[in-house]
C-alpha cells in the first residue's frame, strides 16, 4: 500500500506571495490532518479534513485554509505569506473513524517552505 | 488550555535503557501516541496507549496513567540508529491530536 505523499517536497517564496501544498492520503483513508512543525514551536495543527469538510481546526490565522476533494486528496494554502511562516508542513491521514478510539495518523516526508 | 511536557533532550549509551516522560493537561484524552522522527524525515508511530498500564512492543514500551496525567516511553538496548526526537501527542476530547516540543534523544557509542 502506498503512503501518504506530499507535493512540492521544498518550495521557496518571497514574503507576500500565496503557496499550494497538495497531499495525498493512503488509499481508504478519509481525514487528512495538516500541521506546521517549526524548531520553536513543535508540530502544531492546522486543520483537518474529513469527507470533503472541515472537521477540525487549529489557532492558525485566516491566511491559512484548505480543503479535500471526493477522492480524499487535500490541498492546504497560505496567502500573503510572512517569514514566520517558513517551516515544514506535514499531512497526516488516518481513517477518521470517530467511532473508534485508536486512530494512527501516517505522516506524510513533508514540504520544506521557505519565506524569503 | 492544552500542554504536553516533555524534557527537551536527552543522552544515553548504546545498549542502555532509557525512559523519556509526558506529561500532559488536555480538555479531555481519547489516547496517546508516541512517534518517532529522524532529522529531515516524517514522524512515524511507534505506540498507543488509551487505557493505563504498559504496551510492550520489542524493544520499546509505553506506559499510561491516566489520572495523573503521565506516560512515559522506554526504549531497551539502545542502538544508535534510536537517536531521533521522539513525539509525545493526545487525542484530546475535540478530536484534535495535540504534540509536545519532542525529545531528541543522542545515543553515544
Known amino acids: 500500500k502506498a503512503g501518504v505523499t506530499q507535493t512540492p517536497r521544498y518550495l521557496i517564496k518571497t514574503r507576500g506571495q500565496q503557496v499550494t501544498l497538495s497531499c495525498s492520503p493512503i488509499?481508504?483513508?478519509?481525514?487528512v490532518s495538516w500541521y506546521q512543525q517549526t524548531p520553536g514551536q513543535g508540530l502544531q495543527f492546522l486543520f483537518e479534513y474529513f469527507s470533503e469538510t472541515q472537521r477540525n481546526k487549529g489557532n492558525f490565522p485566516g491566511r491559512f485554509s484548505g480543503r479535500q476533494f471526493s477522492n480524499s486528496r487535500s490541498e492546504m494554502n497560505v496567502s500573503t505569506l510572512e517569514l514566520g511562516d517558513s517551516a515544514l508542513y506535514l499531512c497526516?491521514?488516518?481513517?477518521?473513524?470517530?467511532?473508534?478510539?485508536?486512530?494512527?495518523?501516517?505522516f506524510g516526508p513533508g514540504t520544506r517552505l521557505t519565506v524569503l | 488550555g492544552q500542554n504536553i511536557d516533555q524534557p527537551t533532550e536527552m543522552t544515553a549509551t548504546e545498549g542502555a535503557i532509557v525512559q523519556i516522560n509526558c506529561t500532559y493537561q488536555t480538555s479531555g484524552f481519547n489516547g496517546l501516541f508516541w512517534y518517532q522522527q529522524h532529522a529531515g524525515e516524517a514522524p512515524t508511530f511507534l505506540s498507543y496507549n488509551v487505557l493505563d498500564g504498559l504496551e510492550e512492543k520489542g524493544r520499546f514500551s509505553s506506559f499510561l496513567s491516566r489520572s495523573k496525567g503521565y506516560s512515559y516511553l522506554l526504549l531497551k538496548e539502545l542502538q544508535m540508529k534510536d537517536s531521533a526526537s521522539y513525539l509525545c501527542?493526545?487525542?484530546?476530547?475535540?478530536?484534535?491530536?495535540?504534540f509536545g516540543q519532542g525529545t531528541e534523544l543522542s545515543v553515544k557509542p
Open positions: 501527542a493526545v487525542y484530546n476530547q475535540g478530536g484534535k491530536l495535540i
Open positions: 497526516a491521514s488516518s481513517l477518521g473513524d470517530r467511532g473508534s478510539s485508536y486512530n494512527e495518523q501516517f
Open positions: 488509499s481508504g483513508h478519509r481525514s
